[in-house]
């Protein structure tokens, strides 16, 4: 049984006494002495011994006060600050610019960032203000947005229809199967965007991702048809910088088919598929599904040719701003012990620096994508998504209003809209 408040207190006393006589060596062994036996931690039971009993002596009004501080209680110390506000309004703008990224996938592109939005002239920072940016930690930076990070959950719909017609045919790959260590192994995977309703036709978004390189393509197409998701498949197969060797997708009746598994054989392509229910089998996708699709477009629904192509014009975009300006970090351990799970990263890196480091890829491909990459501005594409998604935002009001309008007329009537309860805001990326 531990020793009571009282019994420590007594105990700390009488090692407080002996400490303050006490040589170097036997200053330690009275601190351990007193740690073991009370359990404090040993800076705190250094703080005791070297506290206990000191007194403070004032003059008030030409009289002598000897004051007894109490031991228990720590004065916060008042430093100065040394990320001042200068700091904190530019981390602020490079953040938002930078899609609200986590400190530690920030601070491992801060000082190249820095100086592409210095060359574009979209932001000026003082010699000491940019000294204070290129030494700050990721955690420092977490604090000091802890304020300015307000997002919200959000979740989707799985819309996937089983594809039985040559399910035989295609083998089946586990997560546990996957070999990053060369790249063009991707998964493949549609996200609907029915805004709740999941009748007639709308448009959905094809979206790509490399295993190895963390590389994302993403197309929006008019539906689900076998046709228009094998020609997306095709486009985007050629703005990829590296071959295709291997393709693992859902069970859904858009892969499942005779003509993807024809081009997979005539091209020397591995065709694999995920198991049913079992979604972190193409966890590498799913997680893509929402940082990259979802948080760019949201869960409103997109129906007309016209959102179609603006969806589209904002992939455009969005494909040079995530592989070439978003880092990411790939999960290369996980130990589980009892009911914790440790898990370790490796340093945050964007695609492009994954593709550019990797031997299997040609030269001339790098040097393709390192003079794209010298001709961006990342503030500038953001603003330009922010000017599409916005764009959509007001064709989503548009087509609501018009829908009452309709009700209005046609009351009681087969013919009226189905109901819809998504109100999404894309500048803030929340819905009800």
């Given at each position: ?64 006060v ?5 031991n ?13 506000e200068?700091?904190?309004?530019s ?56 304020c ?11 819309n996937?229809?089983?594809g ?12 546990s199967?996957?070999?990053d ?16 309703s ?8 094809l979206?790509?991702?490399d295993v ?22 095709k ?9 295709v ?28 598929r ?16 929402y940082?990259?699709?979802?948080k ?21 975009y ?11 970090m ?68 548009l ?7 309709d009700l ?20 803030l990326?929340?819905?009800?």
């Open positions: 049984m531990g020793l009571t408040m009282e019994e420590k207190r007594k105990l700390t006393k009488m090692d407080a006494i002996r400490y303050e006589k006490a040589k170097k060596k036997e200053k330690g062994l009275i601190l351990d002495n007193l740690t073991y036996h009370t359990g404090y931690n040993r800076c705190y039971a250094g703080y005791l011994l070297r506290q206990w009993g000191k007194k403070i002596k004032l003059k008030i009004n030409n009289k002598e000897v004051l007894i501080p109490d228990r209680v720590k004065i916060k110390r008042k430093g100065k600050r040394k990320y001042d200068r700091v904190f309004n981390l602020k703008n490079i953040w938002y610019i930078m899609d609200c990224i986590c400190g530690k996938r920030l601070v491992s592109v801060l000082a190249e960032i820095i100086s592409i939005l210095e060359k574009f002239g979209e932001i000026e920072i003082d010699k000491s203000t940019r000294k204070k940016l290129l030494t700050i930690s990721a955690s420092t930076i977490d604090r000091l947005l802890s300015e990070r307000k997002s919200l959950m959000l979740k989707g719909r799985a996937t229809k089983p039985t017609l040559l399910k035989h045919q295609i083998p089946i790959k586990t997560f199967d996957w070999d260590s060369k790249p063009g192994f991707v998964q493949i995977d549609l996200v609907s965007h029915e805004g709740g999941a009748s007639g036709d709308y448009a959905q978004t979206d790509i991702t190895a390189t963390a590389w994302t393509e993403t197309q929006a197409v008019r539906n689900k048809a076998q046709v228009w998701v094998f020609e997306a498949l486009d985007i197969e050629k703005k990829l910088p590296f071959k060797l291997g393709i693992d997708s859902d069970n859904g009746s858009e892969f499942i088919n005779a003509h993807l598994l024809r081009y997979c054989d005539e091209n020397k392509i591995t065709f694999t995920g198991r049913p229910y079992k979604k972190n089998d193409l966890c590498f996708v799913e997680q893509k599904n940082s990259v699709v979802r760019a477009v949201g869960y409103c629904r997109y129906d007309t040719e016209q959102e179609l192509n603006i969806l589209n014009e904002l992939y455009g969005l494909r040079f701003y995530t592989n070439f300006f978003q880092p990411v790939k999960l290369i351990e996980k130990t589980r012990i009892g009911s914790k799970v440790i898990k370790k990263y490796d340093n945050p890196k964007t695609p492009y620096q994954r593709v550019l480091a990797d031997c299997h890829i040609p030269e001339e491909n790098k040097d393709k994508l390192k003079a794209i990459y010298l001709t961006l501005n990342p503030a500038e594409l953001k603003r330009k998504i922010n000017k599409l998604q916005n764009k959509l935002f007001n064709l989503t009001i087509k609501e209003e018009l829908r009452k309008k209005k007329h046609f009351d009681n009537s087969e013919n009226i809209l189905p109901e819809t309860n998504n109100q999404f805001h894309i500048g990326y929340t819905r009800t």
